[in-house]
């Protein structure tokens, strides 16, 4: 596959599609592809990057940034600084939850008439070793991938679950059961993580 961003899809501001293929687009982030979402907002552009990612039946897909924080909420300062966690999707608009130092969180879902959306994939991971719920090795190399971590590899983790599909980026530690394919590895980068318990894994590496 091509290891270069690519508009796979692209909608107007009525949330309809000008360009490209929203069951195109859910099947690439299915298959472990990186994901970013292009804005034109008022007075402004923006390119959002996704950590991680949500593929349910058919074409739908989500993206979940878990990076940001803020002081300002509901348009005065917060006492303390916050964490915001927002999921995008083809519907025209997006959730906000804000999780407060004190464990107060606040969902604050919204719609936001931005100019275009366009969604870019960039499909450049291979799977490396995949395992069922209770732990035991469907396809590949336990060994392997603990070789490719070894060297700096960078990690990504698939956990099938009912319904959906969720992909983790740039994980520490090796998945264990219950269900996740386990390595979508890349040819350089580092690897960072968390310990996730997936119900079926994939860990898959990206190709260089």
Known sequence: MA???????????????TQGSSAATAEAVRNGADLRLFLIAQGYEETLYFQQTYVGEKD????????????QHRGSLAEQPYFSLFKYDTSGSFSQAKWM????????????????????????WRVVYEHDA???????????LKEHLRTGRTLKVSQRAKGYLRTLRRLRSMPTAPNARSAIEPGSGTSE?????PRNSTAGERKS
């Open 134 to 144: 209770d732990g035991n090795c469907v396809s590949g190399d336990l060994d392997k």
């Open 3 to 17: 290891s270069e961003w690519v508009l796979a899809l692209e909608q107007n501001q009525k949330s309809e599609v």
């Open 193 to 197: 993580t968390r310990n996730p318990r």
């Open 60 to 71: 739908t897909f989500a993206g979940l940034m878990t990076h940001h924080h803020s002081y």
């Open 101 to 124: 130092l004190d464990n107060r969180t606040f969902d604050e879902p919204q719609p936001y008439p931005y100019g275009v959306y366009r969604w870019f994939v960039c499909d450049r």
